[in-house]
């Protein structure tokens, strides 16, 4: 299983911010967006990565995240020249994908709790798995109506009239007919290749599961100034009662054995003393504890 982090866009609803950075790289509390997505990732156990990017966000992003080598990862870059739509990833990525399952998940789309979408990329089998979610305002996402057995029935982009209250986060997985199936869309009147689309294809052929997010999970959309905020608000309200840190790909590298605990500790003294650092370092210390234990 490969993935792809699609972090392109013009940024508008973020204005002037986006003007400094991207969209992706602004913060969600204590990190930059983009770790929240990587994190997930890693925990899924995915270790060859792709992200894309607009060529004026490139550098930014390879500075901040490297080739992903200090998380025992690989990750690779592609330039968006122009956004066009969610489904533009699959053929700007299709030497990347190259015939194997892949995820696709969008940089500015912040999970919270529990195991849904590792526990989703464990148990896929082929054909497509998109998620649902419970939202007060289903008209301004892809929308999926199901039947009496919870079977998908239609999924609609941004419907005036929603058919339920059950959104499409922006996490999708696919297997190796992604990348024909994007190049077999229609652009729609927007002019994009709409992701909705290649989930309604998979629907035709029967091949299309729903996997309903728990209540405990939670989707943050941070594309807008406001939800931005908010996104940051519960992150820290989080951290801060529980004590433990969300979309810390450090600590999720760690946890899934692709960094070894003295790994863990060399990359800790990479990074300089802040309240970030103090919090691998309890962790690394809980990991050495855990270790002498059981030696």
């Avoid at 509390?29 to 997505?37: E, G, L, R, V």
């Amino acid at each position: 299983m490969k993935a792809i982090i699609l972090a392109g866009g013009s940024g508008s609803r973020l204005y002037p911010l986006t003007q400094v950075s991207s969209k992706q790289l602004q913060a969600v509390y204590d990190k930059p967006m983009i770790y929240y997505p990587l994190t997930i990732l890693i925990a899924a156990g995915i270790r060859e990565l792709c992200l894309i990017t607009t060529p004026h966000d490139l550098a930014r992003f390879q500075g901040l995240l490297g080739d992903g080598t200090a998380w025992g990862i690989s990750i690779e870059y592609r330039q968006q020249a122009r956004p066009a739509g969610i489904a533009q990833a699959f053929l700007i990525a299709e030497d990347f994908i190259a015939g194997d399952d892949v995820v696709l998940m969008l940089g500015d789309n912040v999970f919270s709790g529990g195991d849904d979408i590792p526990r989703a990329i464990s148990a896929f089998r082929g054909g497509a798995t998109i998620f649902a979610y419970q939202v007060k305002h289903p008209e301004r996402y892809g929308v999926v109506e199901f039947d009496r057995d919870g079977r998908p029935l239609s999924i609609e982009e941004k419907p005036a009239r929603p058919k339920s209250a059950h959104a499409v986060p922006g996490v999708y997985i696919y297997d190796a007919q992604v990348a024909a199936i994007a190049r077999g869309v229609a652009p729609s009147p927007r002019g994009e290749l709409e992701i909705t689309d290649v989930n309604l294809e998979y629907m035709r052929r029967g091949q299309l599961r729903v996997h309903r997010l728990s209540r405990g999970f939670a989707w943050l959309d941070a594309g807008t100034s406001s939800a931005l905020q908010e996104a940051s608000s519960y992150i820290e309200t989080i951290e801060r009662r529980q004590g433990v840190k969300i979309g810390c790909p450090e600590e999720a590298a760690l946890v899934r054995g692709f960094l070894n605990i003295e790994q863990f500790e060399a990359l800790l003294e990479r990074i300089p003393h802040c309240e970030y650092r103090d919090y691998l370092a309890g962790v690394a210390a809980e990991a050495r504890g855990l270790e002498n234990k059981h030696a």
